[in-house]
T-cell receptor, first 114, second 117 residues
Framework: GAVVSQHPSRVICKSGTSVKIECRSL??????MFWYRQFPKQSLMLMAT?????????EQGVEKDKFLINHASLTLSTLTVTSAHPEDSSFYIC??????????FGDGTRLSIL | AQKITQTQPGMFVQEKEAVTLDCTYD???????LFWYKQPSSGEMIFLIY??????QNATEGRYSLNFQKARKSANLVISASQLGDSAMYFC??????????????FGGGTRVLVKP
């Protein structure tokens, strides 16, 4: 089946650091990937849609300059949290959709900013 | 706009019994897809089952079945013969088919299921 790999699974870093999270589709090509954020005991909130070869589409209220998305190839999208602060601590999870199929998710990244 | 509502924040189920998780939705799209995902405590999202709005039959995948009632705008998940490993959060989600929807998934608030031995 379709496999999405997300790395790293856990990050702990100091305030002010920029953190990059990678999302790879391992056995299929994904022109579109999605980035979600999930707070404890809450549902997933879509942050942005990552489009291969073009700019990401951000949801309302998501800061583009804060959450940089790059989708340089058909199998890789990256999310960079720039100058991270404690309020950015959260669970970030990506997904990619197989054409004609469901979205498959990575295992998520737990980000903790001290 | 699309909206998914899961009214059960949490529920207990006895091992080997069946459980029904409620999901209602609202959309103006004439065509849409409905999904259920399982999220264990480890965090990964596991795809369980899919129902297309024009599918004539309710979807089934092993112990999972989807009770789709289009007129009521409901897509309840039924888990039969519950196992301890079924303890997790369960999310109902919808994807519109119109281009404007952008293949985005809209998630419900989730239902936490705890299976008791």
């Amino acid at each position: 089946g379709a496999v999405v790999s997300q790395h790293p699974s856990r990050v702990i870093c100091k305030s002010g650091t920029s953190v990059k999270i990678e999302c790879r589709s391992l056995d299929f090509q994904a022109t579109t990937m999605f980035w979600y954020r999930q707070f404890p005991k809450q549902s997933l909130m879509l942050m942005a849609t990552s489009n291969e070869g073009s700019k990401a589409t951000y949801e309302q209220g998501v800061e583009k300059d804060k959450f940089l998305i790059n989708h340089a190839s058909l199998t890789l999208s990256t999310l960079t949290v720039t100058s991270a602060h404690p309020e950015d601590s959260s669970f970030y999870i990506c997904s990619a959709r197989v054409v004609g199929g469901p979205q498959h998710f990575g295992d998520g990244t737990r980000l903790s900013i001290l | 706009a699309q909206k998914i509502t899961q009214t059960q924040p949490g529920m207990f189920v006895q091992e080997k019994e069946a459980v029904t998780l409620d999901c209602t939705y609202d959309t103006s799209d004439p065509s849409y897809g409905l999904f259920w995902y399982k999220q264990p405590s480890s965090g990964e999202m596991i795809f369980l089952i899919y129902q297309g709005s024009y599918d004539q039959q309710n979807a089934t995948e092993g112990r999972y079945s989807l009770n789709f009632q289009k007129a009521r705008k409901s897509a309840n998940l039924v888990i039969s013969a519950s196992q301890l490993g079924d303890s997790a959060m369960y999310f109902c989600a919808m994807r519109g088919r119109l281009k404007a929807a952008g293949n985005k998934l809209t998630f419900g608030g989730g239902t936490r299921v705890l299976v008791k031995p």
